[in-house]
């Protein structure tokens, strides 16, 4: 075994070169230090207790644990193809990059995919194309109780606090939104001077914590929340039920982590552990929660007012629809996070398996509320790895009104997709509160590529649309897009799911929904009657 061997060769080689130093050549005092530098590392290996493979092979075994730190680039820059990288492939990161710098994003020689692959989806074009739009389409936010109704752009950036991303990194996010003429989600991290001090339309985001919002004891603060959202650059409001990368689970930042900025931006002491419950305070049953939404739009002055959700049980959403339709209380919109989203840490359990996608989920959400005769007051947001012209037109087809991008704007400022959000050691500054590692971001540079990149993903998306024959994003429909079923087959997304008739759930729900609707309830979350859950 090498554990026997190495350490005495080594010793037995260190002390011939002293021989050899004080003999012959102070030369050989070089080959002392190397020989006894790694004689004590092989003594140290064999006698150490955490690593096993240390201790069987001294010395070398520190390879593995080297090549292991080099693996994440070694796949991503040399094995990697530019079609399946996870969780953006290169091809999707290439085209992000050069549209943030001002490059078309353009390929040459065709597709790499493999079109006959069961799952494989494309959009049917025209022959009678039509010219796209100079202007970006504009989606109004704000249903009937809602007196400042907003125009959202088709691509916004999507919820990330301050203490995920760096100050830099949100003044960039910022000044691109406000240069674009796009909305910036604060994320639930709080309302910070950070997001403020560049002027860009922001969506308000608060999560069980109720960060920048909150009392001592860690409830709900109304005049807090009414004196923040009355600034001018808050545009929308939004409740956080849960994300779409972790949903169903809260989060805590040590006290090591919570610095006076981010004290002041969360309203937390500075030095003590800083906790988001896995669930809200201010409200336990869909009734309430409605009503919730109700006094967050009275105390933002009636801004739009909405939350954000990952889909889990559809009994859950169904019974929120019916609490709006006995209590006649509307959010403005409804902001529907894909599994497939993004997070600066979570459990591998969560990301990879809890929650439902963003086409299931978006698509239940929306017949839900064509169903129970709410659609047209309630606007559908997008979010989970939208990243490109087809991205938008997908979640379009699928239901929604606009889309919100995270990692993609992330990108855009700079990310390389390292994954070391969690660990403080962001090697470009994006995802860091380290100040020499975010001082490599700088904003003014950044700040163009996130203006260029969303100007430019939604004019893909305008071209697409063009390309189908229609006149803009509301004449999509499912029947457009198609989809692969298998080797011999494609069908359409209408011909795929049920897409439910304006009040068909008021009426008579379908077999596919009706015990779904008789077990949601206004009054709870669980399963009601003879859809209860054993």
């Given at each position: 075994?090498?554990?026997?061997?190495?350490?005495p060769v080594?010793?037995?080689?260190t002390?011939?070169?002293?021989?050899?130093?004080?003999?012959?050549?102070?030369?050989?005092?070089?080959a002392?230090?190397?020989?006894?530098?790694?004689?004590?590392?092989?003594?140290?290996?064999?006698?150490?207790?955490?690593h096993?493979?240390?201790?069987?092979?001294?010395?070398?075994?520190?390879?593995?644990?080297?090549?292991e730190?080099?693996?994440?680039?070694?796949?991503?820059?040399?094995?990697?193809?530019?079609?399946?990288?996870?969780?953006y492939d290169?091809?999707?990161r290439s085209?992000?990059?050069?549209r943030?710098?001002?490059?078309?994003?353009?390929?040459?020689?065709?597709?790499?995919?493999?079109?006959n692959?069961?799952?494989?989806?494309?959009?049917?074009?025209?022959?009678?194309?039509?010219?796209?739009?100079?202007e970006q389409?504009?989606?109004?936010?704000?249903?009937?109780?809602?007196?400042?109704?907003?125009?959202?752009?088709?691509?916004?950036?999507?919820?990330?606090?301050?203490?995920?991303?760096?100050?830099?990194?949100?003044?960039?996010?910022?000044?691109?939104?406000?240069?674009?003429?796009?909305a910036?989600?604060?994320?639930?991290g709080?309302?910070?001077?950070?997001?403020?001090e560049n002027?860009?339309?922001?969506?308000?985001?608060?999560?069980?914590?109720y960060?920048?919002?909150?009392?001592?004891?860690?409830?709900?603060?109304?005049?807090?929340?009414?004196?923040?959202?009355?600034?001018?650059?808050?545009?929308?409001?939004?409740?956080?039920?849960s994300?779409?990368?972790?949903?169903?689970i809260?989060?805590?930042?040590?006290?090591?982590?919570?610095?006076?900025?981010?004290?002041e931006?969360?309203?937390?002491?500075?030095?003590?552990k800083c906790?988001?419950?896995?669930?809200?305070r201010?409200?336990?049953?869909?009734?309430?929660?409605?009503?919730?939404?109700?006094r967050?739009?009275?105390?933002?002055?009636?801004?739009?007012?909405?939350?954000?959700l990952?889909?889990?049980?559809?009994?859950?959403?169904?019974?929120?629809c019916?609490?709006?339709?006995?209590?006649?209380?509307t959010p403005?919109?409804?902001?529907v996070?894909?599994?497939?989203?993004?997070?600066?840490a979570?459990?591998?359990e969560?990301?990879?398996?809890?929650?439902?996608?963003?086409?299931?989920?978006?698509?239940?959400?929306?017949?839900?509320?064509?169903?129970?005769?709410?659609r047209?007051?309630?606007?559908?947001g997008?979010?989970?790895?939208?990243?490109?012209g087809?991205?938008?037109?997908?979640?379009?087809?699928q239901?929604?009104?606009?889309?919100?991008?995270?990692?993609?704007?992330?990108?855009?400022v700079g990310c390389?997709?390292?994954?070391?959000?969690?660990?403080?050691?962001?090697?470009?500054?994006?995802?860091?509160?380290?100040?020499?590692?975010?001082?490599?971001?700088?904003?003014?540079?950044?700040?163009?590529?996130?203006?260029?990149?969303?100007a430019?993903?939604?004019?893909?998306?305008q071209?697409?649309i063009?390309?189908?024959?229609?006149?803009?994003?509301?004449?999509?429909?499912?029947?457009?897009?198609?989809?692969?079923?298998?080797?011999?087959?494609?069908?359409?997304?209408?011909?795929?799911?049920?897409?439910?008739?304006?009040?068909e759930?008021?009426?008579?729900?379908?077999?596919?929904?009706?015990?779904?609707?008789?077990?949601?309830?206004?009054?709870s979350?669980?399963?009601?009657?003879?859809?209860?859950?054993?």
């Amino acid at each position: 075994m090498l554990r026997r061997v190495v350490p005495p060769v080594l010793t037995l080689l260190t002390i011939a070169a002293v021989e050899a130093a004080l003999g012959w050549s102070p030369g050989w005092w070089i080959a002392v230090a190397a020989f006894g530098a790694f004689a004590a590392l092989a003594w140290h290996d064999v006698l150490q207790r955490r690593h096993s493979i240390l201790r069987n092979y001294p010395v070398a075994g520190h390879m593995r644990f080297l090549l292991e730190k080099i693996r994440p680039e070694i796949q991503q820059y040399f094995i990697e193809r530019n079609y399946d990288g996870r969780p953006y492939d290169r091809d999707t990161r290439s085209v992000i990059y050069e549209r943030a710098k001002g490059i078309h994003g353009e390929k040459a020689y065709g597709t790499e995919l493999d079109v006959n692959e069961v799952g494989y989806e494309f959009v049917l074009h025209s022959s009678a194309p039509r010219e796209p739009d100079k202007e970006q389409p504009r989606v109004r936010i704000g249903g009937p109780d809602c007196t400042q109704p907003y125009d959202m752009a088709l691509l916004n950036v999507s919820a990330m606090s301050f203490g995920a991303l760096s100050a830099n990194a949100i003044r960039a996010l910022n000044a691109g939104a406000r240069a674009g003429g796009f909305a910036h989600d604060t994320g639930e991290g709080g309302l910070t001077e950070y997001h403020l001090e560049n002027g860009g339309d922001l969506v308000w985001e608060i999560g069980s914590g109720y960060f920048g919002a909150r009392t001592k004891s860690g409830d709900f603060d109304p005049e807090m929340f009414r004196d923040k959202a009355a600034q001018a650059q808050v545009k929308c409001v939004s409740l956080k039920l849960s994300q779409g990368a972790k949903p169903g689970i809260g989060g805590v930042l040590p006290a090591a982590k919570v610095t006076a900025e981010i004290a002041e931006a969360r309203n937390v002491p500075k030095g003590e552990k800083c906790v988001s419950p896995a669930s809200h305070r201010v409200f336990h049953t869909p009734r309430e929660l409605v009503h919730f939404i109700a006094r967050m739009r009275e105390l933002a002055d009636g801004k739009p007012t909405g939350f954000k959700l990952c889909i889990g049980y559809r009994h859950e959403f169904l019974a929120i629809c019916k609490a709006m339709v006995e209590e006649q209380i509307t959010p403005d919109f409804i902001i529907v996070d894909g599994s497939e989203g993004g997070t600066g840490a979570a459990p591998l359990e969560y990301e990879d398996h809890v929650g439902m996608p963003l086409t299931d989920g978006l698509m239940t959400v929306h017949n839900a509320l064509v169903g129970a005769g709410l659609r047209d007051r309630i606007k559908i947001g997008a979010s989970g790895k939208v990243a490109t012209g087809i991205d938008i037109v997908k979640r379009l087809v699928q239901g929604a009104d606009y889309t919100n991008a995270a990692r993609a704007m992330m990108q855009a400022v700079g990310c390389i997709q390292s994954q070391r959000c969690h660990t403080n050691q962001c090697p470009v500054g994006v995802a860091t509160q380290d100040p020499q590692r975010a001082k490599a971001l700088v904003v003014a540079d950044k700040t163009t590529r996130v203006t260029q990149y969303q100007a430019a993903t939604v004019a893909q998306a305008q071209q697409m649309i063009a390309s189908l024959g229609l006149s803009g994003p509301h004449e999509l429909h499912p029947a457009m897009l198609m989809r692969r079923v298998d080797h011999v087959h494609t069908r359409s997304y209408y011909e795929l799911f049920d897409w439910l008739e304006p009040g068909e759930l008021l009426a008579a729900a379908p077999a596919d929904w009706a015990d779904d609707w008789a077990a949601a309830s206004p009054d709870s979350f669980q399963r009601h009657a003879k859809g209860r859950i054993e």
